[in-house]
Nanobody, 125 residues
Framework: QVLLVESGGGSVEAGGSLRLSCSVS????????MAWFRRTPANEREGVAA????????DVADSVKGRFTIIRDTAKNTVDLQMVDLRSEDAGVYFC??????????????????WGRGTQVTVSS
């Protein structure tokens, strides 16, 4: 079992920045990929950014490219999401996820076995 705990959510004005952090613990030896998703107004999980467990490969959604960065710290066993220039459409609940198989499409939720409970991001204009 892998436990994921998100932190760092909050309220920020448009154009502001936030850094989300996901602490990974438990039986993590089989974890090969981690990602951040967010819940859309249509109640779907949209992939925001993903990274391999060793930090060697990463993917970022086009909608946040140039504004969001995913950061893997293997020593602390965390995966952070640095967000700058936040927009109203970035608001929502952000989830951390982990996969024990290399996902063919890292920004789709289907291959992720473990999920955190989420952290709320609010962006005011």
């Amino acid at each position: 079992q892998v436990l994921l705990v998100e932190s760092g959510g909050g309220s920020v004005e448009a154009g502001g920045s936030l850094r989300l952090s996901c602490s990974v613990s438990g039986h993590t030896s089989r974890t090969v990929y981690m990602a951040w998703f967010r819940r859309t107004p249509a109640n779907e999980r949209e992939g925001v950014a993903a990274i391999s467990a060793d930090g060697g490969q990463s993917d970022v959604a086009d909608s946040v490219k140039g504004r969001f960065t995913i950061i893997r710290d293997t020593a602390k066993n965390t995966v952070d999401l640095q967000m700058v220039d936040l927009r109203s459409e970035d608001a929502g609940v952000y989830f951390c996820a982990a996969s024990e198989a290399v996902p063919g499409k890292p920004l789709t939720p289907w291959r992720y076995n473990y999920w955190g409970r989420g952290t709320q991001v609010t962006v005011s204009s």
